[in-house]
């Protein structure tokens, strides 16, 4: 693998934070197989991790003290080590990123627009939330659990969807994205078990998560349709050929990554659900076996 490899588990968790040091410097400008579409698709993807992962860690951390959970120490240390993943998945897509604006992709401003977007959504949300009780720790706990669903469910798929995995062609880029697929999973339960030992499991709480997944979900595919489009126009790659790829790999019905998503995303609605209702364990050892991790 081109990566310097270093796994610890220093905070004694049941999975591993894994320093990966990626190096990006010889990922080609179209690594999806040479197609300039689903490139782009990915990038726009990976725009929003550094702004996105940074705000999963910091609402965590924010309610980790929380009496309900504080002497917790199973769940201290899941998220100790859930903090580790995601540091670590954020250091590799700054890296992949900046291997993306050296070939003139503008990356850069998609991050900070993510930013702008993240802060944006949650002060706004705790303001319209504030009338029934909802706090600001209420609204960025939940939208981090809706989006660490999001997270799992499009891991899932990476992991699973041949179709896609197919156009991965540059080994760096495919390693680093079923790296990161595999963390997602493992870590998958944490935020919500952190929700749900907080904000307990009621009609309030559940009214609280399904809405703010649909509001979540909503943001999400405005943004990185919004990036997409961008990524493309400044490359010239706004044409047909680019959207039949994407669509036939991320939309259609047959192949797509995102449509491939709907039946583990619709779980979520349901009343009693958890993450590890959905049993990812033997797809990520066959992974991380394939991977050497
Ligand atoms: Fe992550
Ligand atoms: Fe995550």
Not at 112 to 131: E, N, S, W
Not at 253 to 270: A, D, N, Q, R
Request: aromatic fraction near 10%; hydrophobic fraction near 40%; charged fraction near 20%.
């Amino acid at each position: 693998m081109n990566a310097k490899v270093n796994i610890t588990n220093r905070a004694g968790a049941s999975f591993p934070v894994r320093r990966m040091n990626f190096d990006f410097d010889a990922v080609p400008e179209y690594w999806m197989k040479g197609d300039a579409g689903l490139t782009h698709f990915m990038t726009a993807l990976s725009a929003l991790f550094p702004a996105g992962e940074k705000f999963f860690i910091d609402s965590v951390r924010a309610v980790r003290k929380h009496p309900a959970i504080a002497n917790d120490e199973a769940l201290q240390k899941e998220i100790s080590a859930f903090i580790g993943q995601e540091a670590m998945h954020t250091q590799e897509h700054v890296g992949f990123n900046a291997s993306a604006q050296k070939y003139g992709h503008d990356v850069d401003t998609l991050d900070c627009y993510t930013d702008k977007v993240i802060q944006g959504t949650r002060k706004f949300m705790a303001i319209l939330g504030k009338p029934v009780g909802i706090t600001q720790e209420m609204v960025d706990l939940t939208a981090t659990t809706a989006l660490e669903h999001f997270t799992a469910t499009i891991a899932s798929q990476l992991l699973t969807n041949t179709h896609i995995q197919e156009l991965m062609t540059d080994e760096t880029m495919k390693n680093m994205w079923m790296w990161h697929a595999i963390e997602e999973n493992e870590h998958k339960a944490v935020a919500y078990d952190v929700f749900e030992g907080v904000f307990g499991k009621g009609l309030k709480s559940y009214a609280l998560r399904t809405s703010s997944l649909v509001i979540a979900m909503v943001t999400l595919l405005i943004v990185q349709s919004y990036f997409l489009a961008r990524l493309l126009k400044q490359d010239n790659q706004l044409n047909l050929d680019s959207l039949k790829s994407i669509y036939t790999y991320a939309y259609s019905p047959s192949k797509g990554v995102i449509t491939g998503m709907g039946k583990e995303m619709l779980m979520y609605f349901k009343p009693g659900f958890h993450p590890n209702d959905l049993d990812t364990n033997s797809l990520l050892e066959k992974w991380k076996a394939k991977l050497g991790l």
